[in-house]
């Protein structure tokens, strides 16, 4: 269809709602054996065990194919799965307005992404995993990053932005929580935080002493010493890096993910665009969506695993009114 005229009425129609989330329906009864072994599990998530880290808490009931496979794939640059999703963004549009309407300066998709994500790990676990040391860990909170310019121009200094949410968060708290961060660093425009001083402090080494350094932090690293006044500002440790395409203009790019550090996915997303897209009736219609672009390390989860999580995240950036209400259950990973 040429030039399309677009009508969000016409978009509202054609919306799926048809992911399986894997919930069990409202007001399902749960066995006395459920109640013990959830209440199992919080104990463990709480209590450190020998081969714990201080970030995570080692998996020893995984099968013994993913305890195997960080053996054959060694580096995540080894085991790097790139995955599309167009997001219809019609809902979203509105209720970013609104939002902005009721008070809530910048309110963009950028939050309902990471409230998406935040919701999405409560439901699904899985996928705040990361493999140190050939072994694959259960995050023991949400950490997630983001690099930012702390002006728009071409010389201003980018900086490292570090954010911690919790699962039962809903995109209200995600909001707060992320803008309370950003301000203070973008606000804090000739200072440094500790991202930079400790980028600043590396780089300012000579080459063979930087050199030996970052091989000690490797091998800390693998072994789970590193302090955690360091992993607190590293850019490469935490549960999901982001980044923003459509704030340059152009459409997201697949980004690597690092060898150093236990990032497990990087997500990147783009412009607005609208796509012509034939509808159930058989008419072409216009559609508003954004693409993410989304790298992940294939050893934290099964492709089961690693999927339903997408449909999930998905479902709440196209539905985010959702996001308003705290989850009806936060869901721990397995031992």
């Known amino acids: 269809m040429d030039n399309p005229q ?3 009425k016409v978009q509202e129609e054609y919306i799926d709602d048809t992911p399986n989330l894997n919930l069990k329906p409202e007001g399902a009864k749960i066995s006395e054996k459920e109640l013990k072994e959830q209440e199992k599990r919080k104990r463990l998530m709480k209590k450190k065990r020998f081969k714990d880290r201080k970030d995570g808490r080692l998996l020893r009931s995984l099968d013994y194919v993913q305890k195997f496979t960080p053996y054959v794939m060694r580096d995540r640059c080894d085991s790097l799965n790139m995955f ?6 019609t809902r979203a549009d509105k209720f970013c307005r609104e939002k902005q309407q009721s008070g809530m300066n910048y309110f963009t998709i950028l939050h309902l992404i990471l409230a998406a994500y935040t919701r999405t790990v409560a439901e699904h676990p899985a996928i705040n995993r990361f493999v140190s040391g050939r072994r694959v860990y259960a995050r023991r909170n949400i950490e997630v990053n983001m690099i930012v310019k702390k002006e728009m121009t071409k010389d201003a200094p980018e900086t490292g932005v570090k954010v911690w949410f919790d699962p039962a968060d809903t995109v209200n708290d995600v909001y707060q929580k992320f ?3 950003v301000r203070k660093t973008v606000g804090d425009l000739g200072k440094e935080n500790g991202m930079d001083k400790a980028a600043s402090f590396l ?3 000579p080459r063979c002493l930087m050199n030996f350094i970052m091989f000690i932090l490797r091998r800390m690293e693998y072994h789970g010493t590193l302090p955690k006044a360091l992993t ?3 850019p490469f440790h935490g549960s999901l890096i982001i980044t923003s395409m459509g704030s340059l203009g152009i459409p997201p790019v697949y980004h690597h993910i690092y060898n150093f550090g236990n990032l497990p996915i990087f997500i990147s997303y783009g412009i ?3 796509v012509p897209v034939i509808n159930k009736n058989g008419e072409t219609v216009p559609k508003k969506i954004i693409e993410l ?3 992940m390390d294939e050893r934290i989860a099964s492709g089961y695993e690693l999927s339903s999580a997408f449909k999930s995240l998905k479902h709440y950036l196209e539905h985010p009114e959702l996001l308003e209400e705290p989850p ?3 869901l721990d990973d397995i031992y």
């Open 179 to 181: 803008n309370d961060i």
């Open 293 to 295: 672009k989304i790298t």
């Open 6 to 8: 677009f009508d969000e």
């Open 328 to 330: 009806k259950e936060v």
């Open 232 to 234: 607190d500002v590293s």
């Open 84 to 89: 599309t999703a167009s997001i219809n963004v």
């Open 272 to 274: 607005k665009q609208i």
């Open 203 to 205: 780089t300012s080494l």
